[in-house]
T-cell receptor, first 114, second 112 residues
């Protein structure tokens, strides 16, 4: 069964510093991978997705993620965070047309220090 | 705005009662997902429909049921409500199976 692990429940970084949020997945075939962001009291917004091709994908709000098959990872990065990036971030895995479900990790809450 | 509409936004009800949550997917999306988000369980997949048919089931209690109608809107029915059912319930939709989903703003259910 597919699963997603986000090992960090909370991460705190200073404004302007770089960010990396970790995500490891378990899936038998090549997965479809996503990162979503949730601000307090809001729904989830899609940041970026990986289906195939270039393993470094660009998303909205200056985020990028790199798919590493050998490590079963899909880490999210941003070179310089802004106070408005404080939110909860979810990594998710799906199987495309082979598998219907989208399974989410438990999320990483990002705190920004001024 | 994702284009996914959920109503109501907030719902307060008593234990033992039954409620219905409604979701209108984005125009053109055939697949609808329901998720439950609580502090201790995170974002739990409940059930998925595609073009009116149930396609996948997750950790959905027997007291809960859902359906997708011919116009593609979906309803999640929660019955014999317990305090532990208090949570945010999200609906999401996607164009094709297993591809990126777009989320509504959620329905916050409080059972008192």
């Amino acid at each position: 069964a597919q699963s997603v692990t986000q090992p960090d429940i909370h991460i705190t970084v200073s404004e302007g510093a770089s960010l990396e949020l970790r995500c490891n997945y378990s899936y038998g075939a090549t997965p479809y991978l996503f990162w979503y962001v949730q601000s307090p009291g809001q729904g989830l917004q899609l940041l970026l997705k990986y289906f195939s091709g270039d393993t470094l994908v660009q998303g909205i709000k200056g985020f990028e993620a790199e798919f590493k098959r050998s490590q079963s990872s899909f880490n999210l990065r941003k070179p310089s965070v802004h106070w408005s990036d404080a939110a909860e971030y979810f990594c998710a895995v799906a199987g495309g047309n082979r598998d219907d479900k989208i399974i989410f990790g438990k999320g990483t809450r990002l705190h920004i220090l001024p | 705005d994702s284009g996914v509409t959920q109503t109501p936004k907030h719902l307060i009800t008593a234990t033992g009662q039954r409620v219905t949550l409604r979701c209108s997917p984005r125009s053109g999306d055939l697949s609808v997902y329901w998720y439950q988000q609580s502090l201790d369980q995170g974002l739990q997949f409940l059930i998925q429909y595609y073009n009116g048919e149930e396609r996948a089931k997750g950790n959905i209690l027997e007291r809960f049921s859902a359906q997708q109608f011919p116009d593609l809107h979906s309803e999640l029915n929660l019955s014999s409500l317990e305090l532990g059912d208090s949570a945010l319930y999200f609906c999401a939709s996607s164009r094709k199976l297993g591809t990126e989903a777009f989320f509504g703003q959620g329905t916050r259910l409080t059972v008192v």
